[in-house]
């Protein structure tokens, strides 16, 4: 889900000559010791259209090697390098796949690959469920040329030899595909090419015992996980911005990537005149960045900047001053001075109520920080009161597969493993884990929290 809407959003930053530049050095380092592909990549300096995007992607060259990487590691720094790149593919195969009229309603597609068995075993555990393909996916008309693919991998130590057969409904699809034989650098092999963030379903998993190769069949008509989507559309929703820049900072801060999240604030920054008036918020996410990454008084430097221009840009009672009142109060509580903290909070909650009114989620965020603030002064009372006023009203602004929703299921976790009331702690950690896991990426540092937190309850509530 992130990864996808971190495409997205890369796909609507404007691409400039300055990206491709930087693209081209960092090609130019990776390769400087071998003469062919140097030659490649001056070649593609002086000579790259964006109509040519699907012949330089399917010529046999640095550039498709370090876009796949980059995919498969979801490296995000030469992901924005790439950009321009990643829109001319996505864009030319959009015109040639708007330009088909004449398309067959129903088609069966090929490809054939090595997997490595742990990839493996995950696709297997998953069959009737969905699969998001976060790269360019090439498949071929031809089953033989997909067989032969497949057949390459048959001994490979540590890997499965993979026949996907793609049954497509080519009048429900929402990303675009297209036979780029006619544009390909290698016109041969029959090749359709579908764009990044498609999501198949996966019908069924077997093995031909006469080969050896698994078939492994999907399917395509425009169908995707209901609440995966619902969940999608909010957080691109929380993290959509003036700048594109800024909805990506966001993006990665909700990622838990906070170095790269304050990369590309302060870049934002750079680019911004002092006179903007979106700069208050800009200040206020690096602060935010600071905090995640346990910087306090950096933290705390960013918030105070942005409550001076708040408070001179838009007045004492805009909800902005009370969101910043709210990240100095969050600062407080981590740094453990807790009667400050409360202080903040309880000025943010009075200016909320006035200003957003008693449903919003914002309110329902403060009273989880005012919760907090109980809890760790040992008034587990008042702490399960404000959790219990949080959760109704987080259920009903945001689902109960929102990642905010989790956070408060851990925080009940740990009110109630503050009692030693450990069966209760375990159940609340629980359900915070399958919330994470399926709403976050896998190495979100709150999913590695929660799996420790369930593990030392679970632990003791078994030794009782």
Known sequence: MYFQLLIEILLEIDSSDESKQELIEQCRKQYEKNEQELAYIEEFHEEYEPNRAIWWYTRECFLYRILNKALRVQDIDILFKLRFFIKDLHSQLEQLHF??????????????????????????????????????????????????????????????????????????????????????????????????GTVFRIQSIKRSTSTGIWNVKFLLNGQEDQDLRHLTGQIRNEVNKNSKLSSLGSLLWRMGEYDKAKHYYLMLIDKTSSEDPDIPSYYNNIGRVYNAMGDYSKALDYYEKTLELNLKTVGPNHPSVATTYNNIGRV??????YSKALDYYEKTLELYLKTVGPNHPSVATTYNNIGWVYNAMGDYSKALDYYEKTLELKLKTVGPNHPSVATIYSNMGLLYRNQKLYKEAKKYFEMSLAIREKALPSTHPHILTCQQQLSEVASIYQSL
Do not use: W
């Open 99 to 196: 330009k088909s009229p004449n398309i067959a309603k129903e088609l069966t597609l090929y490809r054939g690959q090595g997997m490595m068995v742990e990839e493996f075993e995950k696709l297997k555990g998953h069959i009737g469920g969905f699969l998001s393909i976060n790269y360019f996916f090439s498949t071929s008309e031809s089953k033989d040329v997909a067989v032969r693919f497949a057949q390459a991998s048959i001994n490979r130590e540590g890997f499965e030899a993979i026949l996907f057969e793609i049954s497509v409904d080519t009048e429900n699809c929402s990303k675009p595909f297209h036979n780029i034989t006619m544009s390909s650098a290698m016109p041969t092999e029959s090749e359709v090419l579908f764009s990044l």
């Open 332 to 337: 407080y509580n981590a740094m453990g001075e």
